[in-house]
C-alpha cells in the first residue's frame, strides 16, 4: 500500500496530474469515512473542501466588454443604456460592473451575447 502510493504521488507531482481517488490508507486501516480528510495528503484537493478564497473580481478585460455588449443591446432593444445595464446588473445582485465577480461577469457576457445574437435574428427576420 505505501508503494502504490509513494509512486501514486511521485508522479502525479512530476506531471502535474491528479491522482485517482486515494483509498489505500483507508483499505488499511479500515478508518471511518468522516476521519478521511486527515489521511490525505495537505496538498491535494479532492474536491470536497470549500475554498475559503474570496471570489476573483472582475477584470477590466470584462468590464469593457460588458460595456460594450450594454451599448450594443441598448441600441437594439431602443432602450437607455443605463436601463439595459442596470436591468443585468439586478440579475447579480449587483448594482456597478466593478462589483461583479469573475465568474458573475462571464455569466453576464454569455447572457447579453446570446440576447443579442436573438435581437439580430429577429431582426433579420422581420427585413
Known sequence: SAETYARRYSLSA?????ASKDDDGQQA?????????AQQPAHRNNGTQQSNRQPLPVTKQQ??????????????A?????????????????????DLTHDGANQLIS?????????????????
Open 29 to 37: 486501516t479500515k478508518a471511518a469515512p468522516n476521519n478521511r480528510m
Open 63 to 76: 468590464a469593457t466588454t460588458l460595456n460594450g455588449l450594454f451599448e450594443a443591446m441598448s441600441k437594439a
Open 78 to 98: 431602443s432602450a437607455p443604456i443605463e436601463a439595459v445595464r442596470n436591468g443585468y446588473l439586478e440579475k447579480l445582485n449587483v448594482s456597478q460592473v466593478k
Open 111 to 127: 447572457l447579453v451575447t446570446v440576447q443579442l445574437k436573438n435581437q439580430s435574428e429577429k431582426g433579420n427576420s422581420n427585413d
Open 14 to 18: 512530476a506531471f502535474g496530474v491528479s
